[in-house]
């Protein structure tokens, strides 16, 4: 275990400085007013292929399996992924499906596969070939079952200029490059229809997402159109083609994956976005829930949500007051308990909150129930002095509030939970064992 831990960094560490994670142009190449001499350009360097956010998405068993997905500025035909494990030179190819999408007036080029049949607990390489050209290798590691891991999880980045949130993606990620996934909490975009945004959400994870696989939620951000009126999440679910949920009509909305010897149920809570379109998301997700988890129960159950279980007071609001949260919360919490989930973390309102454990509605002095972590905020968009402290807070920052991101990690009897600020100032520590 240890030795392949260090593998793993050593791997990260050498790649990074031979240089052989770049892939695609410098900064400049991303302005779109270049766009055209970066096409040009590029042909001065035949036998390299460049594509831009390319990027891993966690398969539902990503022990065995994985999802690439990748843009390039106009199309190309016969792309094919090139994998092989770290050391080898037997290549397996596998080819690419053209994923592509129109959204904010912007043909999207972009490009899909699925990596099946893995080997758990090895560390491959992987590259996207055109015809004679091809990408640098790019890493990619299968967890053991029994695997321990550390995980990242960035809260809201949503902002209106993504500069805090680069700087924030980009430390959390140099300080913990033997991390093995990552999450983003939900409102990862400010607007889910501009493609600005968007690239501009994608260049703070650049090098992570290419390295390790990404666990994407949607936000109710993410169903706004430029307009700032409600659509279905149309770029979201286009951008992340994550683990299928068997669902008609919310194919992606929600999902769950496994990853070592912990489960993880990724809930849609829009459902007030979405009810505008169409019904039965919140009862089609309390059905799967339970189906999920008798299928695929480990050892930690740990569930992602983006709107929060607890109703908090707000300054200038005297009417409205603390409790639990009526469409989350009500319909949530209980099914946690019966289910026995050992953390639910949510996000949505741009605050750091650990809430300890709570059970029947009730904190309880023996860590009964589910730890809720309530993650913060990473992007611009800050709420000062907002809200009002939840007497089932146990730790809050300092107000007002900067960016934080939180580190995940798991081992087979304890999980440790920790919240840094953007200059890795340690804010909170918290571990869940095993009864
Ligand atoms: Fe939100
Ligand atoms: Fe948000």
Redesign the pocket.
Known sequence: MKNKKMNRRNFIRAATATGVLAVGGTALWQLDLLRGVRDTALRQFPGVFYIERLRQIVAADNAHARALMWEVTSPVDQQMIELRLQGTEDVRRIAAEDARFTDDGTEVYQYTAELDQLTPGHMYQYRITAGDAATDWQPLYTPTADENYKMLIFP?S?SSDYADWKQLAHLAWARNTDAELFTCMG?LVDNGEDRLQWTEFFVGVKEMQRSIPMVPLM?N?ETYNLDWKVRLPEAYLHYFKTPRNGSKEFERYYYSFDYGDAHYIVLCTQQKEIGEFKDGLVEEQLAWIRRDLKAHRKRWNIVFMHKDVLQYRINGRPERTEGIDEDNGRVWMPVFDELGIDIVFT??L?TYRNRGHIYGFEKTPDAKGPLYILTGVAGN?RYPNLWIDHAFDEVTLPQPETDNYLTMDVSRDAIEIACFLTDGTEMDRVRVTKR
Request: glycine share 12%; net charge negative.
């Open positions: 809201d949503q409102d936000g951000h996000a949505h741009h968009v």
